[in-house]
């Protein structure tokens, strides 16, 4: 699976403030609710694998989910994943599997070096879209929600922050991390890898003299 990515060729003014839209913000939001240390697991395709019948998957899936992402430190995450019994089975195993998919494709994009194709995780039809004939007999192409919020969308001002591994958008173009304190704990790095550098530096030279 694979989208264009362009990122600009022109120069942009560092200090010019670039706002995402509500939607690309609530998206970034969202793959953020479970920490980017956290192993995010791709629980569905061990329940087709393990070929259980419909409700010994929504059992499975319940036990994994409660193991995996415990009350409280999970509590933002399991509420956009609602509950899950059997009537809300399908609406929770979809927001599953979009915010997991959501959160690898943002971390493609951000880690990507240059324009061209992206090697994106396989996708379900949320998350992709689907082919559909209109009234008139036409085929018509209607995009999943993920390709809808990144569509035209200036990819390197998406980032993965150096210090918490989170995704975020870089508002300004020198932007280096998601907030003020992993700005601060990146700055202080960088000094103390500065200071180490130029303190060798300066021992070698006492040391030839």
Known sequence: MSIRHIKGSTVQQASRLHRPTPELAWLIEVTNLVPAEDE???????IVVRDLPALRALASFRRSIESRFPMPRY??????IGPIRPKMWSSATERYSFIRIAREVLRTI???????????????????????IDSQGRILSIPGLIYQLLDRVEAARIRTCPVCGAIYWA???????????????????????????????????????
């Not at 509590?75 to 956009?80: D, E, N, P």
């Not at 995780?121 to 559909?132: I, R």
């Open 110 to 132: 951000s880690n990507a070096p240059n324009p061209g194709p992206l090697q994106l995780p396989p996708m379900g039809v949320y998350e992709l879209g689907s082919v559909a």
């Open 75 to 80: 509590a933002k995450f399991r509420k956009f």
């Open 171 to 209: 508002g300004r173009i020198d932007q280096r991390a998601c907030n003020k304190r992993c700005g601060h704990v990146l700055r202080t790095w960088r000094w103390r890898n500065g200071y180490r550098d130029h303190y060798k530096y300066q021992r070698y030279k006492r040391a030839e003299t």
């Open 40 to 46: 995010f697991p791709d629980l569905l395709s061990e």
